[in-house]
């Protein structure tokens, strides 16, 4: 996997700090065990459907909470999007924001309806008043919150918020991701972060900006202030990628917590360019409540080519060896429609064109549609693919790496 701007050459700090986490491998050893027990036995790599399901794990699967998020031209991303992650145990936020039409909204909103199973589980919502999100600016981190507090608001029952773009995709099956994690301690975060700014000093920390899409209701870019700001000493500069995966715990903290330090942070970051980039790493970083929480991955798959662009770099076909092999669980950045999307929908989620991906929530036993009956959503059919997520997070989660890299100030 991409390590991107993780730090990787600091001694292990072999110091006072209490194992936190000592626990997680055991749960990870059993969990590896029990993925291998149902390989050998009766889980063969692309299970036929009329195989008797195994159960997955005794107690009941998490459930995840996902804002997808995308902008004009977007709705058939976010639906395909969505018809890869969907699982009905889970819930979805779809974030159109106001850069596309109102008609685009509309559409989307009706495509979903219009799918029986999303339909059924009410667990997708589209925000029917979205903001403007830009990238350049900060109302990309505003959009980012919004999306995270309707979620707090639909449900009390998810643990984890996943925040992916239209131009990410899944690299495991709904039912992998949700077995591997339902062996997680549920205060853990991965978000990739690191504290050497580099070029990020010049172009992101220390310029001021105003996003205009905050207050102005036609569209406009973002703008530079001629002066440039030091960098804080009140608290410590952590940055980082986009997609993070947070904790439900960490979530309430940022929107509903008593505790200022959010609220500081998000005024702070209010005129700083991609601000969410970096907010979530600071608040995870500058808080002794949650820094032993973080870890330092964000669970995607990306290329960080060439330093001072704004994004990773786009993913296509010739990329599918490395994308999987890595055992990451979602891929950052593929173009509209490329060729590995199908590549991953036939050999990774098994899942058909404008279709669901298949999961042991699905009893159909029509070639077309898998998931046109339903049965119980507890029972989970992992692959392949968790046993090499799970390999993942257990090197992340291992003694010589977990605290190792967790909010080093370089
Ligand atoms: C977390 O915060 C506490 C208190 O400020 C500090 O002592 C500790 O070193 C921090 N841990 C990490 C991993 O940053
Ligand atoms: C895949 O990974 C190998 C080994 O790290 C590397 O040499 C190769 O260039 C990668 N392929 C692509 C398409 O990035
Ligand atoms: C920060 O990153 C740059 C570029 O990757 C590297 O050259 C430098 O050594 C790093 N600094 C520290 C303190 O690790």
């Not at 309707?150 to 949700?178: C, E, H, K, M, T």
Request: glycine residues 4%; contains cysteine; charged residues 20%.
């Amino acid at each position: 996997m991409q390590p991107s701007a993780a730090a990787h050459h600091h001694p292990p700090a072999k110091d006072s700090r209490i194992n936190f986490y000592g626990p997680i491998l055991l749960f990870l050893a059993a969990l590896l065990l029990f993925v291998s027990l149902s390989f050998s036995s009766s889980a063969p790599p692309a299970p036929p459907r009329s195989d008797p399901l195994p159960v997955s794990s005794s107690s009941p699967p998490p459930s995840l909470a996902y804002l997808l998020s995308g902008s004009e031209g977007d709705v058939s991303r976010l639906l395909r999007l969505l018809h890869a992650v969907y699982h009905p145990r889970n819930l979805y936020v779809l974030h159109l924001d106001l850069a596309a039409p109102q008609d685009q909204r509309v559409r989307l909103a009706r495509s979903v309806q219009a799918v029986p199973a999303f339909h059924r589980h009410r667990n997708v919502h589209v925000v029917g008043r979205p903001g403007r999100a830009d990238p350049r600016g900060s109302s990309a981190l505003a959009a980012a919150l919004h999306g995270a507090a309707l979620l707090l608001r639909i449900s009390d029952g998810w643990s984890w918020f996943l925040n992916l773009q239209a131009s990410d995709y899944p690299l495991v099956p709904q039912d992998d991701l949700l077995h591997v994690f339902s062996f997680l301690p549920e205060d853990l975060n991965f978000v990739q972060h690191t504290s050497n700014l580099t070029w990020r000093e010049t172009h992101r920390m220390k310029p001021i900006i105003v996003d205009p899409s905050l207050h102005l209701s036609l569209k406009e870019g973002v703008f530079y202030a001629s002066q440039k700001r030091e960098l804080p000493n009140a608290f410590r500069l952590f940055t980082g990628s986009a997609s993070v995966i947070l904790s439900r715990k960490f979530v309430e903290y940022c929107i509903l917590g008593t505790d200022n330090l959010p609220r500081t942070l998000l005024m702070y970051h209010a005129n700083t360019p991609s601000s969410h980039m970096n907010y979530f790493q600071t608040v995870l970083c500058n808080s002794p409540a949650f820094n032993k929480t973080i870890v330092n991955h964000h669970l995607h798959y990306e290329i960080w080519d060439t330093p001072l662009r704004r994004d990773p770099k786009a993913l296509n076909l010739k990329d599918f060896e490395n994308m999987t092999e890595s055992g990451a669980a979602f891929a950052t950045r593929i173009p509209k429609d490329d060729a590995v999307l199908n590549r991953i929908d036939r050999e990774v989620l098994n899942r058909a064109p404008g279709q669901i991906t298949p999961g042991g929530w699905c009893l159909g036993a029509s070639d077309t549609d898998a998931c046109s009956v339903w049965g119980n959503s507890d029972i989970l059919r992992p692959g392949p693919r968790a046993m090499k997520l799970t390999k993942v997070i257990e090197d992340l989660l291992s003694d010589g790496n977990f605290q190792t890299y967790q909010c080093i100030w370089e």
